[in-house]
């Protein structure tokens, strides 16, 4: 039985991000790339939604289960599709500039379950969570440790 089972949790915390693609439209490599992410374990993919916003500034919305032919994704390998709501999008979608497109997909980092689970069990209690963006971890680092190679 698994530390998961034992506190009932089913997912661990989830990650929204908002990647800007490289042109207007949803390119099959974008949403390969991600699908081949989840195909490792390392994440699960739980939901998307692909947001178009047009020169005067309205959102296109099309949910993963209305993505267009040859962008078919396995719903059933999905963790909770609809995760990502009006109120994320709204949110997010001012990143987005107009005449672009974006994916908002929601990942579970699957060792943040476990690491959840374990702490939970031991009656340890989250009080902060930060997350540092890679970009700017690795521009600190070639400003600290020019050479290294970490």
């Known amino acids: 039985m698994s530390d998961a089972s034992v506190t009932g949790d089913r997912f661990g915390p989830i990650?929204?991000?908002?990647?800007?693609?490289?042109?207007?439209?949803l390119d099959?490599?974008?949403?390969?790339?991600?699908v081949d992410l989840a195909d490792t374990g390392l994440v699960k993919l739980l939901d998307l939604v692909l947001v178009t916003k047009a020169e005067d500034g309205n959102?296109?919305?099309v949910e993963v289960e209305e993505l267009p032919d040859g962008f078919e994704i396995d719903?059933?390998?999905?963790?909770?599709?609809?995760?990502?709501?009006?109120?994320?999008?709204s949110e997010l979608a001012a990143s987005i500039p107009a005449g672009t497109s974006a994916l908002l997909v929601a990942f579970e980092?699957?060792?943040?379950?476990?690491?959840?689970?374990?702490?939970?069990?031991?009656?340890?209690?989250?009080l902060g969570y930060e997350r540092i963006p890679a970009p700017i971890v690795n521009a600190l680092v070639d400003t600290i440790a020019p050479n290294s190679k970490v």
């Open 109 to 126: 980092l699957v060792y943040q379950r476990e690491l959840a689970a374990r702490t939970a069990r031991s009656g340890a209690v989250l």
């Open 28 to 34: 099959s490599a974008t949403l390969s790339a991600l």
């Open 59 to 61: 959102l296109t919305l």
């Open 75 to 89: 719903i059933a390998s999905l963790g909770a599709t609809g995760l990502v709501g009006h109120d994320d999008i």
């Open 15 to 25: 990650d929204i991000y908002l990647l800007g693609l490289p042109g207007s439209d």
